[in-house]
């Protein structure tokens, strides 16, 4: 079936899944930050692997890539990429500051390995409810690189993946930090298949 053909079948699905899956993280963020949370709706389409480096832009831009392994009925990898500054913002955002000069220490990897590891739970869970499929995420690995090192490492197993991605475009913020992340559902051949079949997508 091709991308465009996709995108268009699976529509309101993408967009059902994109608003459950965003109010449940801004929903967990702001009791965290015991702070509101505003989420813009996101945008959600099936991607072809190639097209997730234009997405990302520059391949020597920095950016933050929490990668997550899916486990359950639905096999494969998860990404949640944050360009540097929206990592910052979203660390000040955790702790209350405005410190724009910071660099990223330990500590703050940890807390954007946990911010990463609670918004890709809330859009595996809101597509666990959607299809009735069991679906969780591994424990999350965080890497600082140029986004083209970091779109190298499910690259590098693309032999064993599909060539499709589902792809979430996450903006929020909280006064004056903006956040933007792209989440990248990255299934097997034969899971991207049993996805499609439990949306009634295919028979």
């Given at each position: 079936?091709?991308?465009?053909t996709?995108?268009?079948?699976?529509?309101?699905?993408?967009?059902?899944?994109?608003n459950?899956?965003?109010?449940?993280?801004?929903?967990?963020?702001?009791?965290?930050?015991?702070?509101?949370i505003?989420?813009?709706?996101?945008?959600?389409?099936?991607?072809?692997?190639?097209?997730?480096?234009?997405?990302?832009?520059?391949?020597?831009?920095?950016?933050?890539?929490?990668?997550?392994?899916?486990?359950?009925?639905?096999?494969?990898?998860?990404?949640?990429?944050?360009?540097?500054?929206?990592?910052?913002?979203?660390v000040?955002?955790?702790?209350?500051?405005?410190?724009?000069?910071r660099?990223?220490?330990?500590?703050?990897?940890?807390?954007?390995?946990?911010?990463?590891?609670?918004?890709?739970s809330?859009?595996?869970?809101?597509?666990?409810?959607?299809?009735?499929?069991?679906?969780?995420?591994?424990?999350?690995?965080?890497?600082?690189?140029?986004?083209g090192?970091?779109?190298?490492?499910?690259?590098?197993?693309?032999?064993?993946?599909?060539?499709?991605?589902?792809?979430?475009?996450?903006?929020?913020?909280e006064?004056?930090?903006?956040?933007?992340?792209?989440?990248?559902?990255i299934?097997?051949?034969?899971?991207?298949?049993?996805?499609?079949?439990?949306?009634?997508?295919?028979?």
């Amino acid at each position: 079936m091709l991308i465009d053909t996709l995108n268009n079948v699976l529509l309101d699905v993408l967009k059902e899944l994109g608003n459950i899956g965003s109010g449940n993280a801004a929903t967990a963020l702001a009791t965290i930050i015991n702070r509101k949370i505003d989420m813009d709706v996101p945008q959600v389409k099936i991607l072809e692997f190639k097209e997730v480096s234009n997405i990302l832009g520059d391949s020597e831009k920095p950016v933050v890539g929490i990668y997550f392994g899916m486990e359950g009925d639905i096999e494969g990898n998860m990404m949640f990429i944050l360009d540097l500054q929206s990592a910052k913002n979203l660390v000040n955002m955790l702790y209350g500051s405005s410190n724009d000069d910071r660099d990223l220490n330990d500590m703050d990897i940890s807390a954007l390995s946990e911010v990463g590891n609670i918004i890709s739970s809330s859009y595996i869970n809101s597509l666990s409810a959607l299809t009735g499929l069991t679906l969780k995420i591994t424990i999350p690995s965080v890497c600082i690189d140029m986004a083209g090192a970091i779109l190298s490492v499910p690259a590098v197993q693309f032999g064993q993946m599909g060539d499709h991605v589902i792809f979430i475009e996450t903006q929020f913020e909280e006064d004056n930090n903006k956040i933007t992340g792209d989440l990248f559902l990255i299934p097997e051949i034969s899971s991207f298949d049993k996805l499609l079949k439990s949306l009634g997508v295919v028979q």
